[in-house]
């Protein structure tokens, strides 16, 4: 069993940044793919980035050199520096883990709200 605590969002001004956190549970981490979701109201659920045991990372085309995924294994937590901030940016944004041999996501967060607005 896998707990996942995000924690960072917030309301911050157009081209602002924030760094998200994910603080997970469990002795596995080092070997989950972790992942960063969000939803915006009347919107699916979509995939921002990611970041596997092996260090490879991928980004939604709208999160390309503005996001960056990290992951501190020692700490057993994901970040996401957000950069560049829009007002379509606007969601609440959920961490998620998967393990192997799938590596589908099973474990989620509660989510945090992000708020990019002037």
Known sequence: QV????SGG??????GSLRLSCAASGSRFSTNVMGWY??????QREL???ITPFWTTNYAD????????SRDNAKNTVYL?????????TAVYYCAA??????EYTYWGQG?????SS
């Not at 917030?10 to 081209?15: N, R």
């Not at 520096?81 to 940016?89: A, F, R, V, Y």
């Open 62 to 69: 709208s999160a390309k050199s503005r996001f960056t995924i």
């Open 81 to 89: 520096q957000m950069n560049s901030l829009k007002p379509e940016d």
């Open 3 to 6: 707990q996942l605590v995000e």
């Open 48 to 50: 921002v980035a990611a």
């Open 38 to 43: 969000r939803q915006a109201p009347g919107k």
């Open 98 to 103: 998967g393990g192997p041999p799938t590596y």
């Open 10 to 15: 917030g309301l911050v001004q157009p081209g």
């Open 112 to 116: 945090t709200q992000v708020t990019v």
